[in-house]
């Protein structure tokens, strides 16, 4: 292996690298947070139908007005709101 061979073969090593870092860097919970949020804003009747929802379950649930673990996952539309931020 040659000197410039050697330069090129790491300048794609650190290439790959930088680029795994970069977008393993942009899918980020804060990312898809603001993107859910951005998303519900640009549908009002989607974000009406979520609280709604998530209305209607702390006022039927433990009495605490708050949701545990299970009963988060027992919402279907909050799921379908979450997977479709997702795709």
Excluded: W
Excluded at 2 to 18: E, F, M, P, Q, R
Excluded at 70 to 76: F, H, I, Q, V, Y
């Amino acid at each position: 292996m040659t000197y410039v061979d050697n330069i090129a073969a790491s300048s794609i090593y650190d290439l790959n690298g930088h680029r795994t870092f970069t977008f393993a860097g942009t899918d980020t919970t804060s990312n898809a947070l603001a993107r859910t949020l951005y998303l519900l804003s640009s549908h009002p009747k989607v974000q009406s139908m979520l609280r709604d929802e998530i209305r209607e379950a702390r006022e039927s649930g433990n009495g605490l007005g708050e949701l545990d673990y299970d009963e988060l996952n027992a919402l279907p539309f909050l799921d379908a709101v979450c997977r479709e931020t997702l795709r």
